[in-house]
Every structure is written in structure tokens, then in C-alpha cells.
């Protein structure tokens, strides 16, 4: 199957800092990439839907200024999330879809800390 | 409003058995039904993809169906084993948006 690798797989910064991660397709190419943020024993909540070359689609009540979201060529997305705060404090993960294929493939996942 | 819920927060069964775990949703018109099965602190991983005009599809020792009418798809995992140990997601693919939206997930727990 394809791989999305992620990186960094676990953060911890201080409040006010910003923190990006990334998020590469390394077999195919992503037109698409999703970024979905989980809370313990929660589900996978969609922020939004990364165009390669286009502004990312925000989902209702995501602050598209404090997660920047960046989707600059087929293979790499970036999730900034700036100025961090301990409520920020969760674990972000990304997805993408092969071309052709309903199937989704997801990195390995962000732990963000924010103290 | 719409819902996507998998009906048991967790479950436990015997190795051995038939684990059945459950997705409903409301307010959707998905073109697919996923799978996913998910371990701590990982992402998740893709296991079995259905289409609304499928009613069952299988894989190994995974069997999916999925009832548009019911708005309901089952996933079962026969002769289960404790490696099958995980949190299951069911995901739609909604039409039109094409946004892939998951349930609240099922904490499968097989014991030996």
C-alpha cells in the first residue's frame, strides 16, 4: 500500500511558540491530503482538506490562521500551528488519497505538547 | 443533524469468537463505507472499503456489509484473536463534498 510518512512524530514546545508538521506521500503523488486532529479516546476530527497548489478548506470552527496550512507540491503538506497553546495540545494526524482509490493512508501521527 | 455512531465504546469478547461491531450514520449520502483499524498512538490503517451499491464485501477474516436503507454497516471479525486487540473506525466518504468523516470508534479487546 502507499506510505504518507509524518514528521515530527512527537513535539513539545513552550506556549507562544509555533510548531510545524509535516506530511509526505513517499509512493505516489497527493493532490488531496487531509489533516484530522484526535483527542484521547476520541475519534478523528476532520480540520481540513489540503489542495496541492490551491488554500486549504477549513471545517466550521477551525481557525485557519492558527492552523496554516500549506500544500505546495504533489508529495509534502505542512500544518503550522502558531502562537501554541496547552489547549492546542492533541494529536494531529494526516491522510491522503491515491488517485483512482477511496482508500485513505495516514501517517504515523504528531503528538503536540504545548507547556 | 448529522451523526456518525458506532454504537459500542468497547467490547470485549473471547478469542476465538465473532467479534460484530457496528456503524450508523444519519444525514449522510456516502459513496463509500470504510474500515479502519487504529492502535494507540498510531494512525489508522485502511482494512475494507465498501460502495453503496455493495452489499457485503469480505477479506480474510473480515466481512463488511453495508444497508443504505438501515443506514447501517456491519463489520465482523471471526475467530478472533487477541492481536486483533484495537479501535475500530468506521469512515463515509460523503458524496459531493468528498470528505472522509469517521465515527466515534469501537475499542475491540479480545481475550485469551
Known amino acids: 500500500g502507499a506510505v504518507v510518512s509524518q514528521h515530527p512524530s512527537r513535539v513539545i514546545c513552550k506556549s507562544g511558540t509555533s510548531v510545524k508538521i509535516e506530511c509526505r506521500s513517499l509512493?505516489?503523488?497527493?493532490?488531496?491530503m487531509f489533516w484530522y486532529r484526535q483527542f484521547p479516546k476520541q475519534s478523528l476530527m476532520l480540520m481540513a482538506t489540503s489542495n496541492e497548489g490551491s488554500k486549504a478548506t477549513y471545517e466550521q470552527g477551525v481557525e485557519k490562521d492558527k492552523f496554516l496550512i500549506n500544500h505546495a507540491s504533489l508529495t509534502l503538506s505542512t500544518l503550522t500551528v502558531t502562537s501554541a497553546h496547552p489547549e492546542d495540545s492533541s494529536f494531529y494526524i494526516c491522510?491522503?488519497?491515491?488517485?483512482?482509490?477511496?482508500?485513505?493512508?495516514f501517517g504515523e501521527g504528531s503528538r503536540l505538547t504545548v507547556l | 443533524s448529522q451523526k456518525i455512531e458506532q454504537n459500542s465504546e468497547a467490547l470485549n469478547i473471547q478469542e476465538g469468537k465473532t467479534a460484530t461491531l457496528t456503524c450508523n450514520y444519519t444525514n449522510y449520502s456516502p459513496a463509500y463505507l470504510q474500515w479502519y483499524r487504529q492502535d494507540p498512538g498510531r494512525g489508522p490503517v485502511f482494512l475494507l472499503l465498501?460502495?453503496?451499491?455493495?452489499k457485503e464485501k469480505r477479506k480474510e477474516r473480515l466481512k463488511v456489509t453495508f444497508d443504505t436503507t438501515l443506514k447501517q454497516s456491519l463489520f465482523h471479525i471471526t475467530a478472533s484473536q487477541p492481536a486483533d486487540s484495537a479501535t475500530y473506525l468506521c469512515a463515509l466518504l460523503t458524496s459531493g463534498t468528498y470528505k472522509y468523516i469517521f465515527g466515534t470508534g469501537t475499542r475491540l479487546k479480545v481475550l485469551a
Open positions: 491522510s491522503a488519497r491515491v488517485v483512482g482509490s477511496g482508500e485513505l493512508f
Open positions: 509512493d505516489f503523488q497527493a493532490t488531496t
Open positions: 465498501i460502495r453503496e451499491n455493495e
